[in-house]
Structure formats: C-alpha cells, structure tokens
C-alpha cells in the first residue's frame, strides 16, 4: 500500500472510529507480517511466530526498526495493531502493553526509531484516536508518554528523525505538513516550519547534521543547510518525472550522504548531488506502474541496493545498472526493507495488505 493509498484510507469515517474491524481481525490475509532473509536476499523465510499456533501472518506491516546495539531486538510498528517486538531476532513476537496505558493496542505505527547511543529510547509516529501522536519510551517500550497530538482529525504522523551526531535532538513531521523539533529526546517541542503538505519523511545528514531533507508528498523534497533556518525548495529538480513529486522515502547512501535515491509514484531517481540534480534509475518495471514502496542501500557496499514494488524485491549489485527479481513467499506489498545493522546478509520485508 501506498502513502498515497494510506492517505486515503485515514479520511474514510469508518477507518477514523475503527481503525480494525473484527472482520479484518479474523479474516486478513494469512501472508502478512514479517520474513527475513539470511543470504542477503536470496530466499526469504516467514518470521511471524507468537505462541502456540498464534501468528502475526495477518498483521499489515507500516514500519520496522532494529536496534542497532542488539540487533536480536526488533520492533514493527503495524496497521490497526498497534506496535510488536521480538528478543529473539524475529523468531518470536509479541504485542506490546504499554505499562502506561497511553500507546493503544489498535494503533497505526507508522514510524519507529530507536536511539543509537542509548537504545531504551524509541520514538514513535502514529494515528491513534482519529489523530496523529507521538510517543516516546525511555525503557525500551515496556512504557509510553505521548508528548505530542496533532490539532486536527485525520492527520497521522508519518515522519520522525533523531539527529544522528546529537541524539537528544529528534524532528517529527506531521500530515499537516508541520515540522517540528524537540532538544530533549521529544519532551517537547517547537515549530521549525509549516510545509502546507503532508511531510512524507525526514532525513538527516550524518556527517553533517545541519543538512536536513524534508520530503513531502505532493510538493518534492525540501532542504536546509542551517538546520532549518533557511530551505530550498527542490521540486523543480524532479519536474521532469511525471509524478515524482508523490513521494514514499527518501533514502541515503551510507557511504556517501549527498547520494540519495527517491522512491516514488513515478519510480526511483537517484542524485550524486544532494538534490541539486536527479536522474531516473533504469529499473526493470514501467515508469508509473507501481508505486516503488521502500529503497535500501546496504551500508557496506553502496552498489547493493534494493527495491520493492508489489509484493517483489528487486537487487542490484552493481548500483542500479543490472536487477534481479526476489521472490516472496506472499502475494502482499512489500511495504518495508530493512537491514540488521551488524549483519548486511540479514534483512527484514514487512508486508501490508
């Protein structure tokens, strides 16, 4: 599913009152959840265990985050199902409870990250209650404080970033097209900028993090060079590409920031130049036949990347000239890739109907 198509869905009534129904629950699609893959994509297995017969193989998956200090913890932020986690590597799952009682067990996660330098901190992006809210743990998500609502019904959030260099400093972007900044791990928060469009997603520059790229979904990317201070509209850069400006990700190269890809309505771009100039990616479907959902570049060799459109995995080895198709062992999209980031052979798919 796309943001697009997820957009949508939170402006119908029902979905804003019940965002699951108990048709849903027991009659969603049993080729959900999460599969991971151990030879960097080259088969894939179903990690969708709960206890004795229980499975999340009808959970629609929206975001997944690994931590990055222990990378046998891994949560999933889902669709109508509030967020899971797993010790174990994927193998076993469980729905979290929070202990406080604020995070719901229904809710739309649709962005986890997890602080690098002290990972009991995670931050969440969601639609709970007909609103967008942000929550954060400071105890490794056995509890919840939201710090933030949107003001209006109908608007989730979709983004959320942590400075990378200083990790008190997270940014979240709203549906309202707000973006937002707090210098105490989300206790708080001011306002850096309206956008006036839905803010699709947010990414900092790791080696300079004054450098922040601000994507929304139907207007292009933003960009700042003083950490918001200033920006620079780049959607002209992309104008070329029939609707390119619907935007899913932007992605980073690890090994070289001022290399990004675009995943797109259109298909993939890709810039050398922080922005300032994109090319189309040749990829091996049409341009405009399906929503590219979700782009990875390994962080050890930048030529391997990845693509997902539908429910396939697409990979190249040599950056994007030659692709090869992966299959999945589901007939759902491919909404989210992810890699262990102690292990580049190991790789995570979440699925969503």
Do not use: C
């Not at 469009?197 to 139907?218: C, E, F, G, L």
């Not at 930048?302 to 995995?313: E, F, M, N, Q």
């Amino acid at each position: 599913m796309s943001l697009k198509e997820i957009i949508t869905k939170e402006r119908v009534a029902y979905l804003l009152i019940f965002p699951f129904s108990l048709f849903s629950w027991f009659f969603s699609p049993a080729d959900l959840g999460m599969y991971r893959s151990n030879d960097a994509g080259n088969s894939w297995q179903a990690k969708i265990a709960v206890n004795r017969g229980v499975s999340i193989s009808s959970v629609s998956v929206l975001s997944v985050a690994i931590d990055p200090i222990n990378s046998r913890t891994v949560y999933v932020g889902t669709r109508g199902r509030g967020l899971y986690k797993s010790q174990d590597g994927g193998e076993h799952w469980y729905q979290v409870k929070d202990m406080a009682g604020q995070l719901a067990m229904n809710a739309n996660i649709y962005k986890i990250i997890i602080d690098p330098d002290n990972t009991n901190n995670v931050y969440l992006g969601t639609y709970q209650n007909r609103r967008g809210r942000f929550f954060r743990s400071v105890d490794g998500g056995q509890s919840f404080r939201e710090t933030y609502v949107v003001s209006d019904d109908k608007y989730a959030i979709f983004a959320v970033e942590i400075d990378p260099i200083n990790t008190s400093t997270v940014y979240m972007g709203t549906a309202q097209g707000g973006l937002l900044k707090s210098v105490n791990g989300g206790q708080s928060w001011r306002v850096i900028k309206w956008f006036g469009d839905v803010i699709a997603d947010i990414k900092t520059d790791p080696r300079n993090t004054s450098i922040i790229y601000v994507a929304t979904y139907n207007h292009g990317i933003y960009k700042t060079y003083n950490r918001g201070a200033s920006w620079v509209s780049l959607e002209d850069r992309t104008s070329e590409f029939q609707e390119a400006n619907e935007l899913e990700q932007i992605i980073m190269d690890p090994e070289a920031p001022n290399t990004l890809y675009l995943a797109t309505t259109y298909g993939l771009l890709k810039s050398y130049d922080g922005g300032d100039n994109w090319q189309s990616v040749e990829i091996i479907i049409p341009e405009r036949s399906l929503p590219i959902l979700s782009v990875a570049v390994s962080f050890i060799n930048s030529k391997l990347i990845y693509y997902s459109a539908g429910s396939a995995i697409y990979k190249s080895t040599n950056g994007g000239v030659d692709w090869s198709v992966d299959s999945l062992p589901s007939t759902r999209n491919a909404k989210v890739i992810a890699f262990d980031p102690t292990d580049p052979d190991i790789m995570f798919i979440g699925m969503h109907k």
